[in-house]
């Protein structure tokens, strides 16, 4: 999946790793992961039996979709799961295809399969945000005492150090691993809620059921929160804290590297076609370019916070184009602003002194 409209714009701002996370073919792959997930708990519970749901795990890993017929689908019923189910079905077979997707709805295997991926979303963060804190934490080993000129107000205040401005950019960046630490737990969990988020098709096995499910999947148990999209907010909130906090970052290496301050020094930057003798600070300008996308985008996110009654199709689909943007421009944001501080130095200000 591209998060923004162009390929070429994709080498500018996008993420490789992320996006490959958002695929069609890692979507399909993590969607029937919870159909086995979800046969092999019902097994466990005597909904179904013992081989059917290995006969469901075995056409889960060796399935291969009729990508056209998913499309369609997805374009007829608003949700690719029900045109899925019915070729996973196929493919399971006579006698057991009636226990694929027993007692589930589209909103399960979907929310499930979201969260899964999620997961190695929030690894490859968390990985991002402890390689940048080191970088900083090494810059200010080195840098730390060359003497700076503090500006409010966009104007000179007094003298200060290097160090003291990047414990400003450090000291967010380290509340935001303690948040991700605190958020994890409460995102990763199964949604599991039958068609009205009752759990009630399940015969009274319902919660035995996604218990199972969260433990084969290596997620958390959760009653069902089909319509409680708060922990999708509450992520959501934490992509546009962070790309915010990078957001400072860039913003202040732009500042701070103009010729007339020269307070940081870049060891490349972007050309110019009219202006050969330019050096332009292309990863700080993009570090803001990208906080102040996903600060826009979270506003449209939190639109999909309300719900109506037990399932909402617009807000559920909100949320399916917007996430995957805001994620991979956090992503694109730690990688850059990790560039952009391993090639960066301080320099003494000319006004330090005064």
């Given at each position: 999946?591209?998060?923004?409209?162009?390929?070429?714009?994709?080498?500018?701002?996008?993420?490789?790793?992320?996006?490959?996370?958002?695929?069609?073919?890692?979507?399909l792959s993590a969607m029937l992961e919870v159909e086995a997930a979800l046969?092999?708990?019902?097994?466990?519970?005597?909904?179904?039996?013992?081989?059917?749901?290995?006969?469901?795990?075995?056409?889960?890993?060796?399935?291969?979709?009729?990508?056209?017929?998913?499309?369609?689908?997805?374009?007829?019923?608003?949700?690719?799961?029900?045109?899925?189910?019915?070729?996973?079905?196929?493919?399971?077979?006579?006698?057991?295809?009636?226990?694929?997707?027993?007692?589930?709805?589209?909103?399960?295997?979907?929310?499930?399969?979201?969260?899964?991926?999620?997961?190695?979303?929030?690894?490859?963060?968390?990985?991002?945000?402890?390689?940048?804190?080191?970088?900083?934490?090494?810059?200010?080993?080195?840098?730390?005492?060359?003497?700076?000129?503090?500006?409010?107000?966009?104007?000179?205040?007094?003298?200060?150090?290097?160090?003291?401005?990047?414990?400003?950019?450090?000291?967010?960046?380290?509340?935001?691993?303690?948040?991700?630490?605190?958020?994890?737990?409460?995102?990763?969990?199964?949604?599991?809620?039958?068609?009205?988020?009752?759990?009630?098709?399940?015969?009274?096995?319902?919660?035995?059921?996604?218990?199972?499910?969260?433990?084969?999947?290596?997620?958390?148990?959760?009653?069902?929160?089909?319509?409680?999209?708060?922990?999708?907010?509450?992520?959501?909130?934490?992509?546009?804290?962070?790309?915010?906090?990078?957001?400072?970052?860039?913003?202040?290496?732009?500042?701070?590297?103009?010729?007339?301050?020269?307070?940081?020094?870049?060891?490349?930057?972007?050309?110019?076609?009219?202006?050969?003798?330019?050096?332009?600070?292309?990863?700080?300008?993009?570090?803001?370019?990208?906080?102040?996308?996903?600060?826009?985008?979270?506003?449209?996110?939190?639109?999909?916070?309300?719900?109506?009654?037990?399932?909402?199709?617009?807000?559920?689909?909100?949320?399916?184009?917007?996430?995957?943007?805001?994620?991979?421009?956090?992503?694109?944001?730690?990688?850059?602003?990790?560039?952009?501080?391993?090639?960066?130095?301080?320099?003494?200000?000319?006004?330090?002194?005064?």
């Open positions: 999946m591209q998060a923004f409209p162009f390929s070429l714009l994709q080498t500018l701002v996008g993420d490789e790793a992320v996006g490959a996370i958002f695929s069609n073919e890692a979507e046969a092999r708990a019902q097994a466990q519970v005597g909904l179904i039996d013992e081989e059917a749901a290995q006969r469901i795990t075995e056409a889960s890993h060796s399935f291969r979709p009729d990508w056209p017929k998913l499309a369609e689908g997805l374009a007829q019923d608003g949700v690719v799961v029900p045109e899925l189910v019915k070729q996973l079905r196929a493919a399971v077979g006579e006698p057991h295809a009636k226990a694929v997707h027993l007692g589930a709805t589209s909103q399960d295997i979907i929310d499930t399969a979201l969260i899964v991926r999620l997961k190695s979303i929030i690894e490859i963060l968390g990985n991002r945000i402890t390689e940048l804190v080191s970088a900083l934490r090494n810059l200010r080993a080195r840098d730390g005492a060359v003497k700076l000129m503090a500006h409010t107000r966009m104007q000179r205040a007094l003298p200060f150090t290097a160090g003291h401005k990047i414990n400003t950019w450090l000291q967010p960046l380290e509340r935001h691993a303690e948040s991700l630490d605190n958020l994890a737990p409460r995102l990763l969990v199964v949604q599991l809620g039958g068609p009205i988020g009752t759990r009630g098709e399940m015969k009274d096995h319902g919660d035995a059921v996604a218990d199972a499910m969260a433990e084969t999947l290596g997620l958390g148990y959760a009653p069902s929160w089909h319509s409680q999209r708060d922990r999708i907010g509450e992520f959501a909130a934490f992509l546009s804290l962070l790309s915010g906090t990078l957001g400072k970052i860039g913003q202040d290496v732009a500042l701070m590297v103009q010729n007339e301050v020269g307070e940081v020094r870049l060891a490349s930057g972007g050309g110019s076609s009219a202006m050969p003798h330019k050096s332009n600070p292309v990863q700080a300008e993009l570090l803001v370019t990208l906080a102040r996308y996903n600060a826009g985008l979270l506003g449209t996110l939190h639109q999909a916070l309300v719900h109506e009654n037990e399932r909402s199709g617009a807000a559920w689909a909100l949320e399916w184009i917007v996430l995957p943007q805001m994620v991979m421009a956090t992503a694109a944001g730690l990688n850059k602003a990790q560039a952009l501080v391993s090639t960066m130095s301080f320099s003494p200000s000319a006004n330090a002194e005064h």
